[in-house]
């Protein structure tokens, strides 16, 4: 068998890792209780830089964790923990005259399990709900409530009111998703490592398949043909649930950036506002900037709004008046009357035409830069 020299020892000392090339490959060496080792680079679940991951004793021997995901490789034999049949490709070490060299080939070859949980199977094959004559409505409500202390939500009750009304005019199949309810992750900033760490569906989920925002990707990307949120105002903003949802919806943008794959296709958003003071437009306007980069379309007025103003700080009789308010009952059939008219015009176009104008990968300027520790 062939060997390859890819470095001197001295650049590989006890306790250290080593990126090095072997042709177009990338080969990880590791140098651990004075013993030498090489597995392949890229690790088999989204090909994560293992020769950055960290190291440690673990399970049966020295492992490296990856770095985007956490997947685990014995450094001298390149398994999986015990328990899980993928195994990394493992390359033979020789050492000649105060250098490295490895085999040219894997001594062990690669082998990748297949992974995909049957509870991700519609997200991961985009199996979607939507049909040409569906009117299905979803409602998020992102008010959080001490779940042993209920009390009463002004955004979430003219939510309610909106999809009782949607069910009851025009027959529509009505869900509603409070994200309280929902055990979900914080989105863990995989985009930040590489575009190709924050994954469809998302990383987090694909790790568990049981976290809260799994019902939130099938019901909004699948089923909904209208989605309408409702926000709370929270220091000039939306709620911090809807923050937490917002950023783990990162993936759906992502796949414009990364695959010029538009998920959203032919769906209609609006918004609840409510809150004791102003700032409703600055929310309507943050919420619809978003929205609209994940492919959604918005009717004219699509937006309710509720506050008392700045000086309105008697908050006993902000609920008072908001359940007698006749323009909240007006408004909440209102917001779905537009969206619902709406929807008849766009049930007919063409996705396949609609073109998302955002920067991808390769308009960077620094796109023709090589970072030699990555392996995409």
């Known amino acids: 068998m062939k060997f ?10 006890n306790n250290s890792q080593k990126v090095v090339n072997i042709g ?33 004793a673990k399970y049966d021997g020295m492992y490296v964790t ?23 490709a493992l390359y033979e070490i020789k050492i000649q005259d105060g250098f490295i060299l490895v085999s040219e080939e894997p001594i062990v070859k690669v082998h990748r399990e297949h992974h995909n949980d049957p509870l991700l199977e519609d997200l991961i094959k985009l199996k979607y709900q939507t049909l ?7 409602g998020i409500s992102t008010t959080n ?10 955004s979430e009750d003219a939510l309610e009111k909106s999809l009782a009304y949607a069910s009851e005019k025009y027959g529509a199949a009505t869900k509603m998703v409070k994200l309280r309810d929902l055990e979900f992750r914080n989105c863990e900033g995989y985009y930040s490592q590489h575009s190709h760490a924050c994954t469809w569906p998302c990383s987090i989920t694909e790790m568990n398949p049981e976290d809260g925002m799994t019902e939130v990707y099938e019901s909004m990307i699948l089923w909904a043909d209208i ?8 220091w000039g903003n939306a709620s911090a649930l809807y923050f937490k949802m917002a950023e783990r919806l990162n993936c759906v943008q992502n796949q414009i950036t990364l695959n010029n794959r538009i998920l959203v296709k032919n769906k209609i958003a609006s918004f609840i506002i409510t809150g004791g003071q102003d700032n409703i437009q600055q929310v309507a306007g943050q919420m619809m ?9 918005f009717p004219p007025f699509s937006f309710l709004g509720w506050s008392r103003g700045w000086t309105a700080e008697d908050m006993d009789k902000n609920t008072l008046l908001f359940k007698k308010s006749e323009y909240i009952k007006r408004t909440s059939m209102e917001i779905v009357d537009n969206c619902v008219e709406v929807l008849k015009q766009i049930k007919d176009v063409n996705s396949h035409l609609i073109h998302a104008p955002k920067p991808r990968r390769n308009d960077s300027l620094s796109a023709e830069i090589e970072n030699k520790d990555m392996n995409i």
């Open 4 to 13: 390859i020299q890819v470095c001197s020892t001295e650049e590989l000392p």
């Open 24 to 56: 177009k490959r990338k080969i990880a060496l590791f140098h651990y209780n004075k013993k030498i080792s090489a597995i392949a680079n890229a690790c088999l679940h989204k090909a994560g830089p293992l020769g950055l991951g960290e190291v440690s």
């Open 66 to 88: 990856c770095p985007w995901h956490g997947w685990e490789y014995n450094i001298e034999t390149g398994s999986a923990p015990p328990g899980f049949p993928d195994q990394q």
């Open 132 to 138: 040409e004559n569906s009117l299905n409505i979803l």
């Open 145 to 154: 409530l001490a779940r042993n202390l209920p009390r009463y939500s002004t």
């Open 227 to 234: 989605v309408i949120v409702s926000t709370p105002i929270r």
């Open 289 to 297: 900037c978003f929205f609209t980069d994940l492919g959604f379309i």
